[in-house]
């Protein structure tokens, strides 16, 4: 009982952590935010914001791979082309087009860049493997 309660309130922590980091992009610049003042911003201790992640960066990675797992899913679920694969992965990033603005912004665009490489890799030999490509 107590793991789940501590995996939400997590969840929870993560999520301010994650809306007062976007709010704070949108008015200045990425390096110029500090720790303190995201966690005040979020309502949660430094500790806290410690207790989830190393650096401020790994907010951004955090979320990008919750993104590219939530994507993963909506592929997963039918037999799809890669015409349709393509179209959907535009449609689906287009809604987090405040995210990815942020990130264009504060010229963290190397951080989605490497993410989607790795996705795609792991695409790639999924697909490879699925379909008897690989030796």
Same mark, same amino acid.
């Given at each position: 009982? $107590?793991? /789940?309660?501590?995996? !939400?309130?997590?969840? @929870? $922590?993560? *999520?301010?952590?994650?809306?007062?980091?976007?709010?704070? %992009? *949108?008015?200045?610049?990425?390096?110029?935010? #500090?720790?303190? *003042?995201? #966690?005040?911003?979020?309502?949660?201790?430094? %500790?806290?914001?410690?207790?989830?992640?190393?650096? %401020? !960066?790994?907010?951004? @990675?955090?979320?990008?791979?919750?993104?590219?797992? !939530?994507?993963?899913?909506?592929?997963?679920? /039918? !037999? @799809?082309?890669?015409?349709? %694969?393509?179209?959907?992965?535009?449609?689906?990033?287009?809604?987090?087009?405040?995210? @990815?603005?942020?990130?264009?912004?504060? /010229?963290?665009?190397?951080?989605?860049?490497?993410? #989607?490489? *790795?996705?795609?890799?792991?695409?790639?030999?999924?697909?490879?493997?699925?379909?008897?490509?690989? #030796?």
């Amino acid at each position: 009982m $107590t793991n /789940k309660y501590n995996a !939400e309130q997590n969840k @929870i $922590t993560k *999520e301010s952590i994650l809306g007062a980091l976007m709010s704070l %992009m *949108e008015k200045k610049d990425f390096k110029n935010i #500090s720790i303190t *003042e995201l #966690s005040q911003k979020a309502g949660v201790s430094r %500790m806290a914001f410690y207790r989830n992640y190393s650096i %401020m !960066e790994d907010i951004l @990675i955090d979320h990008l791979d919750d993104m590219f797992r !939530e994507y993963s899913t909506l592929l997963n679920h /039918k !037999e @799809i082309s890669n015409y349709e %694969m393509t179209r959907l992965f535009f449609y689906y990033f287009r809604q987090h087009q405040k995210f @990815i603005e942020n990130l264009l912004r504060s /010229k963290l665009t190397h951080l989605m860049l490497e993410r #989607s490489i *790795e996705f795609f890799n792991i695409c790639s030999k999924n697909y490879n493997m699925h379909h008897g490509l690989l #030796s």
